[in-house]
């Protein structure tokens, strides 16, 4: 039960965290006929599409995409589907919810938003072929389909 309430409760901070991401958003690029006003609500805007250019797609993080099932599933953690946004690995849970995974060393990922950590497992054919999501000590294994 506690497992599923940490999951509830990183639910909030992502959707707070959306919440200000979208709310910094609509601050950027909003329009005044200020023109120094202006010139200062596209700063953030501009800082942040430079910033998403320079990172490019990482043909080496091609191979952990793909979706999930886990093994025990908990309400909401049925499925984790990975994907590579803009450089970087970001995990999705059938609630929803986005977590953005860094590499620390070979198959092993830092996910510093839900605490937790991951790591792909190779299959036989040495392409991946499983995911361990590390969560205050409980592994949730979950296999790619």
Do not use: H, W
Not at 36 to 43: L, N
Not at 111 to 127: D, E, L, R, S
Request: with cysteine.
């Amino acid at each position: 039960m506690y497992m599923m309430q940490k999951l509830v409760a990183l639910g909030l901070v992502g959707a707070i965290m959306l919440g200000c991401s979208g709310q910094q958003v609509s601050e950027s690029t909003s329009t005044t006929t200020d023109a120094s006003t202006t010139a200062e609500a596209s700063k953030p805007a501009e800082a942040t599409a430079a910033q998403n250019a320079a990172k490019a797609p990482d043909p080496a993080l091609d191979k952990y995409a793909g979706k999930y099932k886990m093994s025990a599933p908990t309400p909401g953690f049925d499925y984790v589907t990975i994907s590579q946004v803009n450089g970087v690995l970001v995990a999705k849970t059938s609630a929803n919810e986005s977590f953005e995974l860094f590499r620390m060393k070979d198959d092993l990922f830092d996910v510093p938003n839900a605490a937790g950590k991951a790591k792909f497992i190779t299959n036989a054919n040495k392409a991946i072929g499983a995911v361990v999501v590390t969560l205050e000590g409980k592994d949730f294994r979950g296999e790619k389909e």
